[in-house]
């Protein structure tokens, strides 16, 4: 079962990868625990995962107004998670760009 959605690159991210280059973050499914999240991204990416923090976000409640008038709506939940690799492994996203 695929536990990761997709990577994680944001501003925030990149920055944090910049500070520290063996931290990656990926988008993961709600109902993933820490050791299925370690054990997807090792299968993926062929890296030792030493530590996987994770941290699940609420949905936040958007409105806009527009001619046609107030249009309210709501982002999707979900849950993040930084993942640290063994010294000198790394991953790269924009590998097959």
Do not use: W
Not at 19 to 40: C, D, H, M, T, Y
Not at 46 to 69: A, E, F, I, L, P
């Amino acid at each position: 079962m695929a536990f990761i959605i997709k990577p994680l690159v944001t501003e925030k991210m990149t920055k944090i990868t910049e500070k520290q280059p063996n931290r990656f973050g990926f988008v993961v499914r709600p109902e993933a625990n820490k050791l299925q999240i370690k054990a997807e991204v090792e299968e993926l990416y062929n890296v030792t995962v030493v530590d996987v923090n994770t941290c699940r976000y609420s949905g936040k409640r958007q409105s806009r107004y527009t001619r046609s008038g107030l249009i309210r709506g709501q982002k999707n939940a979900f849950k993040k998670a930084v993942v640290t690799l063994k010294e000198g492994d790394t991953i790269d996203f924009y590998s097959n760009i």
